[in-house]
């Protein structure tokens, strides 16, 4: 089992600049993707950012020019333990939400392709 761990929300006023951090508990064989999303108590869960073996970025429209997502040096690779950080820049209070990190992957070589959650961080932007 995989244990993903996010990091780095808290009360940033507007304007401000947060940074997140997912952290895997084990290595994984492959990783296909790895993702941002939030969610406002009472709202669906929304796509924030998404990076994959491809190279460029998926960002959101809400958050293009604003966040950037990134990953260590060699996520992609086998037996990776990934990082992956969402940078957010310019923060305003509509993106406000529980923030989760989510990884598809590979545990082993044999088995197939899961996806898995964190238990999310909370960005509140505020004066």
């Known amino acids: 089992q995989v244990e993903l761990v996010e990091s780095g929300g808290g009360l940033v006023q507007p304007g401000g600049s947060l940074r997140l951090s997912c952290a895997a508990s084990?290595?994984?064989?492959?990783?296909?993707?790895l993702a941002w999303y939030r969610q406002v108590p009472g709202k669906q869960r929304e796509f924030v950012a998404l990076m994959d073996t491809r190279g460029p970025t998926n960002l959101t429209d809400a958050v293009k020019g604003r966040f950037t997502i990134s990953g260590d040096s060699g996520i992609f690779d086998h037996n990776a333990m990934p990082t992956v950080i969402l940078q957010m820049n310019s923060l305003k209070p509509e993106d406000t939400a529980v923030y989760y990190c989510n990884v598809d992957g590979w545990i082993t070589e044999l088995g197939g392709c899961e996806n898995y959650w964190g238990k999310g961080t909370l960005v509140a932007v505020s004066s």
């Open positions: 084990r290595k994984f064989f492959s990783i296909a993707t």
